[in-house]
């Protein structure tokens, strides 16, 4: 690192944003007869502009609208993550944000770094809310507009509707492009005499297309598509490599190819593979999230190590990880139309999220302990995730005989790679 990234770095840990370093690395450091493990935590995993709780029984009303923000901030925050995960290909960006949630967590152990968008999902909630009040009107008129049209082809009432119609869309795109650029609050959007009087003063002043850059650049970067998406990208094949093998094999036996005795033999050959794989891969991809490196995905030394020292959370975290995720193939019982996928799209997100927030939170609970648990713990977290991670499995292969896509929903495992019903 030079000099110049040295005294940068040092700048943002100094600055107002209140973050916490710690350098930590997962390979054991062996100082006398203890084991020290190093995690790095960056100074960008902040919080952003969330404001503080405010005190529940000084300022009620604050308080109360606090949670409100939240919430409403919360579910704009998973909408705009379904939106983005119905869309081939940009639906890594989804699967890398997810994956950065859950390494922030691993990282650090605070809950409140789970939501780095937070302080921008409203703002982005009512954007949508106010361009779609908007255009329901001019739709409206659309429908008015096509009905004169059939009735009196060519007519007055024809002319005249077309006509408005064209002037309102006009006028309803110029209003919300400048409710836009003004910051899309609330008021933006139901005041369009003062957005035009600030567009007057905007541009009598000078230089507003470069602050209108700047800004739309600012708000872009903050997003971090590109990283989100190399994560997700990372992410996916990482997991697809631990799961291509024993899915392809789990799926013989539906499989036209080969005779029944041995398409069966490697079906559950690759069924008792997959089983182990199931056991380790939601620890394996919360190392890759929390150390933000492609081999982490392969480190099968270091992630039994993590076991051992927490077994108990990680066979809960385990059991309720699958029970959140084996009902999301019911979703995949039929092909549904492509305006209805992101709400369903909506319902997989919201799923996995937490997920990503509890194994992250485990992972982070595991690098602070130094020492092992109890080995009858350890066993003990054994004989109970590996029978239930085999009735998993069991009734995984089912679906394939319900699923619109036959034996390939054996291969779409939402929970490690894409969020997405398709």
Request: net charge positive; hydrophobic share 55%; aromatic share 12%.
């Amino acid at each position: 690192m030079n000099e110049h990234t040295t005294q940068q770095t040092d700048s943002i840990v100094s600055s107002d944003t209140a973050c916490e370093v710690t350098d930590f690395s997962d390979e054991p450091v062996a100082t006398a007869d203890t084991t020290r493990e190093i995690q790095q935590f960056y100074p960008d995993e902040v919080v952003g502009n969330i404001p503080p709780f405010p005190h529940l029984l000084r300022h009620p009303l604050k308080a109360a609208f606090w949670m409100i923000r939240m919430a409403f901030g919360i579910a704009c925050l998973v909408l705009f993550l379904a939106l983005i995960a119905a869309v081939p290909i940009v639906n890594f960006i989804a699967l890398g944000y997810l994956l950065d949630v859950e390494g922030r967590v691993a990282r650090t152990g605070k809950i409140r770094l789970a939501f780095p968008l937070l302080d921008i999902a409203p703002r982005l909630g009512m954007i949508v809310i106010g361009v779609v009040l908007w255009l329901i009107p001019l739709f409206l008129l659309a429908g008015a507009a096509a009905d004169a049209h059939l009735i009196d082809p060519g007519g007055s009432s024809d002319r005249n509707l077309h006509l408005m119609n064209r002037l309102a869309a006009i006028v309803i795109a110029v209003h919300l492009c400048l409710a836009l650029a003004r910051g899309g609050t609330f008021w933006c959007f139901v005041r369009p005499l003062k957005n035009a009087i600030w567009l007057y003063q905007q541009i009598r002043g000078g230089g507003y297309l470069d602050r209108a850059a700047a800004h739309v650049s600012e708000f872009f970067a903050s997003l971090k598509l590109g990283k989100n998406f190399s994560l997700g990208l990372r992410g996916f094949l990482g997991a697809l490599i631990w799961l291509i093998i024993p899915s392809t094999m789990f799926a013989a036996a539906s499989s036209p190819e080969g005779g029944q005795g041995g398409a069966v033999a490697v079906t559950l050959l690759g069924g008792l593979i997959l089983v182990i794989v199931l056991g380790w891969l939601p620890i394996l991809q919360a190392h890759f999230a929390a150390e933000n490196r492609f081999r982490a995905m392969f480190e099968l030394k270091t992630i039994r190590r993590k076991f051992n020292r927490a077994p108990l959370l990680w066979m809960l975290s385990l059991i309720i990880v699958y029970l959140l995720s084996l009902p999301l193939y019911l979703f995949k019982v039929a092909a549904l139309p492509r305006d209805a996928v992101w709400g369903i799209t909506l319902i997989f997100v919201a799923t996995i999220y937490p997920t990503k927030i509890l194994l992250g939170w485990v992972y982070y609970r595991a690098s602070s302990k130094t020492r092992n648990a109890w080995f009858g713990w350890r066993w003990l977290s054994r004989i109970i995730v590996l029978p239930l991670l085999a009735v998993y499995v069991f009734i995984l292969f089912f679906t394939q005989f319900i699923g619109v896509h036959g034996n390939r929903v054996l291969m779409e495992h939402h929970l490690f790679l894409l969020p997405v019903p398709f």
